[in-house]
């Protein structure tokens, strides 16, 4: 019976390291919101430089990634809980409360993006110190503004995407939204309404890099990472595609002109 037991519990071991091995599909849990040109796995007609980066990615290797588009706030708890498999976009610099004790991977930098400051043009010489209310995508961590937000000197209003806080900003209900800054430029391609909407040198911003993450599947981010590294001129086409800016040499640009 000790045997028969043993080589049971040796099948049992067998099949799950080969189902492990077999696996082929990765859930990938998404921010569900229109971050365009950076993604929107939600939009059946453009889901961004990202999302084509990772189906090349995923169709050179012979895997396949499905899209789950969850409220900000949730996606951690359900990377923790297993129900996906990785999470877009993220970074070490935002609050990661959730993984106390628990060791979360990250890939390398997809690429680097300018988070800034935005005001109306009839702001544009707001300090710090005038801010009263700031517009930000519900669940986004406006990091440079947390302190002040906490103490009470600005309201934050938290909105369902990048179009409805910059409305905020038109209408003057905002004083300033922290927005990423080719996102912006590429609204204001498409809503006249946004032409006098700027990126404001006297007020917070941070060069930051676009980051997939997992608990569980590390050694799929280091062959990500093999393959970004290989394919850096295709990463270079891709953002020249959707009219992503290089983030550190807009910033030094725009503090150049202040």
Known sequence: MKQLATLLCLCMISVASAST?????????????????????????????????LELYAADRQIEFEYVALPIKRLHKALLAGSIDFVFPDNPKWFNQQFKGVKKHYSNAFYEVLGASFVHTSDYNLRIDDVERLSVPSGFSPVF??????????????????????????????????????????????HPDFTDIRMSPFLPHDVVAFHLTTVHFPELLADLDAFLLENATLLKQLKQQYGIIDARKQARLIFKMQ
């Open 21 to 53: 091995k077999e696996k082929t599909t990765y859930t990938v849990g998404a921010q569900d919101i229109a971050y365009l040109p950076h993604y929107d796995f939600d939009n059946e007609v453009e889901r961004g430089a990202i999302w084509r980066l």
């Open 145 to 190: 503004w947390q302190s002040r937000i906490d103490r009470g000197d600005i309201m934050l209003l938290e909105t369902t995407d990048a179009v409805a806080a910059l409305r905020l900003v038109v209408s003057k209900r905002a004083q300033v939204t922290d927005l990423e800054y080719s996102v912006v430029e590429w609204h204001k391609k498409n």
